[in-house]
DNA sequence: AATGAATGAGGTTTCATTCAT
DNA sequence: AATGAATGAAACCTCATTCAT
């Protein structure tokens, strides 16, 4: 049983670590540039191996993809759910996509293999049952949830189409993400895309506010 | 003599609709799914004929990209110099946008090349003499003078910095762009389309504008 | 009549044009780097054209070939014809060597189009009878002839077998011949190069000859 | 382990089989004639299979260029210091080229080859460290010393410049060697081939020696 | 469980040659 | 007579995936 035990952990690791280290090179070089090869040599596997951990490259990808959203919509909730206002919660997500971003490029890969898996994202969206959906439609839920509560509480403009809103702010974050993505490694300072990011958040924080909220609420923190 | 021009018109038109093909495979399919088969099947030519009138792929694909960043900054062009504010004028971009894409998709595949030619950008631009620019860097330099006229007669937000405005616009285009490309050509409503870009585009240029503006300059006309 | 004159001059200029563009540029890049397509370019012709004057490519490099050997050997012959032995003969079919080569590469294309025509000469060479013998063939039967002549009269080394001779000159001048074009153009500096030919050949006069013979006779000399 | 020994003797097994493979189609058709596919149906393999033993087509080719011209040299060199002068170590490199012939074609690949990857050779060659030279390199400087020393004791004429003549020699075995290559198969009489080698190289020796040499180091002995 | 070995399908590019005009 | 246009065949190379051991 300590042996069944062991071994199944074994088993976990290396899965775990394949997934990383995919992530890894995606951040690296794009979705496009990682081959299997690449992968079993950095995983120091041969490439048959990947394929008894996973049933195909595409399955690596799915894995990534379900496994960070996840991940980041943990992150983003609970911020939402301290938010005080719709207007404040919206500012949350953008906190969120700076502070994740800050603590590691990861997030890059996350939208590299997105536009391989759900394309049509966030324009089409199979309807689901609550609790049944994937990361991303939870996170599009989320923040259309966040954008009727800001309207309904004043601090958000009246008139918006929570959804239309929610779309456009998801593809807004991804536009700018993409485009960092594209950077040759070397020339990807964090600081600088930072400033980017919060300069483009700022600027659709205030195109969403009215002028009832609290200016501050406009402005989002240096991270350093 | 009417031989020799008609052969040469009809040499012309080949290439237009080499180019032509092209560019509608990769609006419908995305750059890297456009193959020289494709195109070769779709003109009813042999893969050899293209190298007739293109030396490579790479060629096509730089042709559709200069003529059409061309053509887009000529159409943009005047419609700027007639703006009487720096408001107007990014609203001028904006409104381009919409027409562009309500007359044809075409758009989609300037983008899509561009990932691939100029990948950095507009992250990146190497310096050039005025004059020699391409058209997505003198495009990029339109829109930093947009935004610096929007500055200096107060009809843009003060403290801003235009290099950065124009960066976040560019990224903020481009990204619905890409995010409509990815949509199935079946699912492309182009009125669906036109909507949400307006939508993001008026929550932009509310953010950027100072009290002082003319509110009717916030809000973009619908196309149909 | 005088029309049809001048239309089978004409004819006859273009012909000639081609197998001389031909030839430089085989002489430039080597046989196997010359395409139709350089051909045709060259002449300020289509490649269509040429197609009318020969009937394949192989026919171009046949044509110049057996032209430049007939030269080749109509300029080496009354020079065997003059000398006063064996020995003077083979040193005549030296000296030959040297001054086509000095004072043009032309030669360069002779042997790089034998290689492709006639690949097995000089070791396999169909009967003919006399006086139907192509360029290269006659070229081998004279120097069959001078070869015996020495042995006769006691110039070259008795007990040598005369087409096994023949054979190895004719080997020998092809080699450096070969080795010369193989060397990019900017390196080939004549002078340097009709040098290395004069050493190999006298060392190989100096093989052949026996004592008897006029020493002077077993140094070639410069030509500048 | 066992296991693991066979697998990897296999391996080799199969890079050293391709490479065979290469060398007996190089040698049956000549360099330009073999195409990876022919390669992958003699082997018996699939294209892509040869991609994993080498990167490229060109690594094959100088995998074996460079695999032949150190057995080359190593066959060669014990030879020449067996030599008591410098002319006996000239017929010794000769001997040398009979012997390999005689034992088999393969030499031819490696001339063929030789004309790919070095093809100024011997004219151009860069500077090296000692030590550092690859095979042909040093072939060359071996033949460098040869005839220095057979200046210097006297076997060899006077006033020669060493350089020269081991151009001379090596453009000479050359030629000899490409000759036979563009031979088809069913005519390589190997009999008849060395005799055709002997005669030259006896020619060659018999030029560059002094009266003073013993007669009898001048005669190549027949191989059967 | 692990992998070495193999491959089919598909990518871009080149070139001698043909044919309608 | 001249050619613009076209192409089949073939070259090198890549990659996700399979399978026997």
Known sequence: ?????????????????????TKDLIVERGVDAVTMLDIAKRAELSKATLY??????????????????????????PRLEEAKSGLEAIRAVWM???ELFGS???IIALYGIKNHIIPSYPFIMPYREPGM?????????CIVECVTRG??????APG???????????????????????????????RIIRAEMKSVFEIMLRGLATDRCDRSALVLPDIE
Chains 1, 2, 3, 4 share one sequence.
Do not use: C, Q
């Open 151 to 156: 309207i309904d509480d004043g601090t958000l």
């Open 52 to 77: 008894l951990y996973f049933p195909s490259k595409e399955a690596i990808l799915k894995e990534i993809f379900f496994e960070m959203s996840t991940r980041v919509i943990s992150y983003v909730r």
């Open 96 to 98: 969120s996509y700076l």
């Open 104 to 106: 590691s490029e990861d």
């Open 1 to 21: 049983m300590g042996i069944i035990e062991r071994k199944s952990r074994e088993r976990e690791n290396r899965h775990a670590a394949i997934l990383a280290i």
């Open 133 to 141: 959906m994937t990361g991303p439609e939870e996170f599009y839920g």
């Open 160 to 190: 918006l189409d929570p959804k239309s809103i929610a779309r456009s702010l998801l593809m807004v974050a991804s536009g700018i993400i993409e485009a960092v993505a594209r950077l040759p490694r070397e020339h990807r300072d964090v």
